[in-house]
């Protein structure tokens, strides 16, 4: 079951995908939280409810007709990964890490489908990061077993972790070259976890730049998988509903190539990951005042 987040005068709409057609699951069953966030904290089923929905003949409008919003606008918490796939690491001159390299990613960075990407004025080292996000459906109890984690999933979808360099090496800790507007791809759609293998493992994930290939390799290749990032998270803090997990790039960023490749006004970027969609972003200069 795939579920996407639109906007409608403005704000947000959870809706289901069929096809290339959607049903907007408030106006359906007004049991069912127009946001997926609150759908999911709500504690509802929500596959079972949407798949009555679509039984039910529930009106039904164009994709290609709404504008799209990031997957989950406002997450609680949006912890991400680095250096999560060995030749990544190698790359950037690092070895295997031991445990995860966390950043947090605040919600005013996060950008839909289709939306652009913004180059800021005071950096030109702008860089692509194709990846797979995690959403998380049910508490996370603290120190849950790894073999007990991925149950807590409700999906997977789309990212694309746009960093500023410059700004990100400025500190050991990452998060201010994470963070700028317009910088975090997220969607178009979540495929739920019962239609991909257990953690998302074996998926062809690739990234191309105005049509070239950039980044191109397997889920099965990340370093700390999504069972593991889930119990090692699980033991700092609570994973509540709509949480989402990013978790990290594979090799083949603007940065690590001779000359440095960086994204530029009127680029796009495209991000894929087998059986769970396809994310693309144009990208634009940051208007002047």
């Not at 403005?10 to 007004?30: K, S, T, W, Y």
């Not at 709404?66 to 609680?76: D, F, M, Q, S, T």
């Not at 791809?185 to 690739?206: H, K, M, N, S």
Request: a negative charge; proline letters at 7%.
């Amino acid at each position: 079951m795939k579920f996407t987040t639109y906007l409608r005068d403005g704000a947000p709409r959870l809706a289901l995908v069929e096809g290339d057609m959607l049903i907007d699951l408030n106006d359906a069953d007004g049991r069912i939280p127009s946001d997926l966030r609150a759908a999911l904290a709500a504690g509802i089923d929500l596959p079972a409810l949407a798949a009555a929905c679509a039984k039910a003949g529930a009106a039904r409008v164009p994709m290609a007709g709404v504008r799209l919003a990031p997957l989950v606008p406002e997450p609680g918490k949006t912890v991400c990964l680095g250096l999560n796939y060995f030749d990544h690491a190698k790359e950037g001159g690092r070895e295997k890490p031991d445990y995860p390299w966390f950043f947090f990613r605040g919600a005013s960075s996060l950008i839909a489908h289709g939306d652009a990407g913004v180059v800021p004025r005071v950096s030109a080292r702008f860089d692509y990061e194709a990846e797979l996000a995690v959403v998380i459906g049910q508490r996370v109890p603290r120190h849950v077993k790894e073999a007990d984690a991925l149950q807590y999933v409700f999906g997977y979808a789309c990212f694309n972790d746009i960093s500023v360099r410059d700004y990100q090496k400025r500190t050991p800790q990452w998060t201010i070259g994470k963070n700028f507007d317009a910088t975090g791809g997220f969607g178009p759609v979540l495929v739920t976890a019962d239609e991909l293998p257990p953690g998302a493992v074996g998926l062809r994930i690739q990234g191309r730049l105005n049509g070239e290939v950039m980044q191109d390799a397997n889920t099965t290749d990340m370093i700390f998988g999504v069972a593991e990032t889930i119990a090692l998270l699980a033991e700092v803090l609570t994973l509540e509903p709509g949480d989402v997990i990013v978790m990290g790039t594979p090799a083949g960023v603007g940065q690590a190539r001779t000359p440095p490749v960086w994204m530029k006004p009127g680029d796009t970027y495209e991000v894929e990951i087998e059986r769970v969609g396809l994310l693309a972003n144009p990208i634009v200069a940051e208007a002047q005042a």
